[in-house]
């Protein structure tokens, strides 16, 4: 299983970013996908999860609104496009698969600031 994250960088606040992640080494359109955040000096903390089929999605309340999860089972990726960041929206970005063990990608930092 492989987990590749990328579209992180420095933002101001208010402004965007998209984050991909491209997955490989298991059947894709199988499983939920999550993304996961950690800032420095705080815990690991789910943001998003979207259904196998992308029908279903879900959002911790600190991105509800602002924060969208996608996925495309044709090319095996995962998307977060994040619109209003926020400085405390500063962390470390992960992309997540649980298939009975939980598989993460290296990260890709997302820092907010003006």
């Known amino acids: 299983v492989q987990l590749v994250e990328s579209g992180g960088g420095l933002v101001q606040p208010g402004g965007s970013l998209r984050l991909s992640c491209a997955a490989s080494g298991f059947t894709f359109s199988s499983y939920p996908m999550r993304w996961y955040r950690q800032a420095a000096g705080k815990e690991r903390e789910l943001v998003a999860t979207?259904?196998?089929?992308?029908?279903?999605?879900n959002y911790a309340d600190s991105v509800k609104g602002r924060f969208t999860i996608s996925r495309d089972n044709a090319k095996n990726m995962v998307f977060l496009q994040m619109n209003g960041l926020k400085p405390e929206d500063t962390a470390v970005y992960y992309c997540n698969v649980n298939r009975g063990v939980s598989y993460w990608g290296q990260g890709t930092q997302v820092t907010v600031s003006s």
């Open positions: 979207i259904g196998s089929t992308g029908s279903s999605m």
